[in-house]
């Protein structure tokens, strides 16, 4: 698998690294966070990097005062697994080196597949801010040289929280796997309750 560089100009259809953002506040708070070697764990929204300078200065700039919540995705993962969106940008920041699997939402076909040859790996160096636009399609974060990850998520406040509503088990709907989260997953990850939509082979950078 090629591996670009968040740098390239091939991210820019998926994101862009965001450069008037100090972020030193939020990074010395996720240092404290769990970080296990084994898996991966997320934490939607917690106060120690939500309290920071770094945080605030997000939420007000970044997505011009929309409440949001600022949490982590960290440890160890090699594999694609599945595919998710939002109606939202996201924020990803890298403490170290790690890799994201992207995709574009527009290349979902219309009964809601998605090949995984379409998927484009990106190395973001340790201490990048970037902007993961709403239409790119993307996951858990991928590990550099087998070592555990740490990375900061921001969205919009309720992202990722559990549905309070029964929905369909038809078009897009199906696919709706938390609040403003539409998942789509590779069979052979066996993520109870989600659509495996993914065709082709379930992706790995090890």
């Known amino acids: 698998m090629i591996i670009h560089n968040v740098n390239d ?4 259809p998926y994101g862009r690294i965001i450069h008037d953002i100090d972020a030193s506040g939020i990074m010395e708070a996720l ?7 084994d898996h991966t764990i997320y934490v939607a929204s917690d106060p120690n990097l939500e309290n920071t300078e770094s945080g605030r200065e997000m939420q007000q700039k970044v997505y011009g005062e929309l409440p949001v919540q600022i949490g982590y995705c960290n440890g160890y993962n090699v594999c694609l697994n599945a595919l998710e969106y939002h109606r939202s940008s996201e924020i990803n920041i890298a403490e170290n080196d790690l890799i994201l699997l992207l ?3 527009q290349d979902i076909t219309d009964d809601f597949h998605y090949d995984t040859a379409r998927v484009e790996a990106f190395l973001v160096p340790a201490g990048t801010v970037i902007e993961v636009y709403a239409t790119t399609l993307h996951y858990a974060p991928c590990s550099v040289a087998g070592k555990p990850f740490r990375c900061v998520v921001v969205l919009p406040a309720g992202t990722n929280t559990a549905l309070t509503a029964a929905h369909g088990s038809k078009g897009e709907d199906r696919l709706l796997a938390a609040v403003n989260k539409w998942l789509i997953a590779h069979e052979d990850a066996k993520i109870e309750g989600a659509f495996n939509g993914l065709t082709g082979e379930n992706l790995r950078v090890d």
Request: one cysteine or more; proline letters at 7%.
């Open 9 to 12: 100009a091939s991210f820019r």
């Open 31 to 37: 240092k404290k966070t769990e970080c296990p070697d």
């Open 103 to 105: 995709g574009r939402q």
